[in-house]
């Protein structure tokens, strides 16, 4: 067993759910830190409950949002002036100094990241990239031609630091950096103490209200994308009706524009989605998006069957910056070796109106 710790970095309530996983399955009997960021505002919520747990030996918090925007594109000079001052960037944004590890796990190849590897890079610490749903199969984010970063002989560096990527489904993975995948346990949902675990972090309860058909928005808004996800959303809701649907909201998303216009009424649950799943708040309802990672979290990471639909076919715009079509081919393969019974791709808007009348149906036995 290792004589130093383990760091695990989290930027999103997903990875959260992943590194506490990681945590009780994989690397129970090591010591183990957290590193929750701010990324995501609301990550610093769980702080005390996570403490309570013991799960973790020190929990930390570190500023990195506005860092991972930067030190990313531009010339190598530009890049250069941010990688000759690691060691004072990494101290301003931490809460406590971090120490020597044995490993580091992670999910996103930020500035932030990057920056740990170029700390690190001596040292005998391996990096383990951990699932961050679909990017994590189908981008490449080390390709020399993706970033200017990745040819920044000190940005790059994160790529020889990679010891494997950890996967739900690694035969799923559609990336050509040539980095190893390898499986990580789906999470069972009859493992009573793991969902008490996470229904503590979360300080979970069931929805108040919900809906037979539930539409997860994503966060296209916030990316600046023009698309046609409300035009789609508009369509389903008049399809199955205003009382029966309900939308909810990306959280990156700066405003509820489906709720604004009156495609839904407030959805009222701040709990995760994936513990609304592993609670059963979801059977004998229809989940109904465009292409989003919740939608195929009830089969990659729990191994469960749930009524979805998927409207990528009907999607006019852009989900990701450079590997759209990758996308594409992973979701087409997920649906020929994972779907199930009841998943549905409707490739026009009246197989989409069949399909809906269809589970509408379903719903009122």
């Known amino acids: 067993m290792p004589d130093k710790p383990i760091l695990m970095i989290v930027n999103s309530v997903y990875q959260l759910v ?10 129970n ?11 995501t505002p609301q990550l610093e919520e769980y702080l005390p409950k996570l403490q309570e747990t013991g799960l973790f030996s020190r929990i930390l918090f570190a500023k990195t949002h506005d860092l991972n925007s930067r030190y ?13 001052q690691v060691n004072r960037i990494l101290q301003w944004g931490l809460s406590d100094e971090l120490q020597d590890y044995s490993q580091i796990y992670f999910s996103n190849y930020d500035t932030f990241s990057r920056m740990l590897a170029c700390r690190y890079y001596y040292q005998p610490c391996s990096f383990i990239c951990y699932e961050d749903g679909f990017s994590t199969y189908v981008i490449d984010y080390l390709r020399e031609n993706r970033a200017a970063v990745n040819i920044h002989p000190d940005g790059r560096k994160i790529k020889d630091k990679i010891e494997y990527v950890l996967l ?14 390898r499986r990580l346990p789906k999470i069972d949902p009859k493992d009573e103490k793991f969902r008490e675990l996470l229904n503590f972090v979360f300080s979970y309860t069931a929805p108040e209200e919900t809906a037979d058909f539930i ?7 916030a990316e600046g994308l023009k698309t046609n996800d409300l035009e789609l959303m508009r369509e389903c809701e008049e399809i199955t009706g205003s009382g029966r649907f309900l939308v909810k909201p990306h959280p990156r998303n700066p405003e509820n524009i489906p709720y604004q ?15 609304v799943l592993l609670n059963g708040h979801v059977k004998n309802k229809t989940v109904v998006t465009v292409c989003s990672n919740g939608a195929l979290t009830s089969r990659l990471v729990f191994g469960m069957e749930t009524e979805t639909v998927m409207l ?7 989900v990701l910056w450079q590997e759209d079509k990758v996308l594409k081919r992973y979701l087409r393969q997920f649906h020929r070796q994972f779907s199930g019974q009841e998943y549905y791709v409707p490739r026009t808007h009246y197989e989409l109106r069949h399909i809906l009348n269809y589970l509408g149906g379903r719903h009122e036995r």
């Open 18 to 27: 992943t590194a506490i996983h990681i945590r009780c399955r994989l690397i």
């Open 29 to 39: 009997g090591q010591e183990a830190e957290l590193l929750l960021t701010d990324v």
């Open 72 to 84: 990313m594109v531009g010339t190598q000079e530009e890049i250069s002036e941010g990688y000759c």
């Open 168 to 181: 739900y489904e690694p035969g799923l993975a559609m990336r050509r950096d040539n980095l190893p995948n």
């Open 215 to 221: 539409f997860l928005e994503q966060s296209f808004r």
């Open 261 to 275: 216009l009156g495609i839904t009424r407030q959805y009222a649950c701040k709990a995760p989605w994936e513990l």
């Open 312 to 318: 990528y076919e009907l999607f006019e715009g852009k």
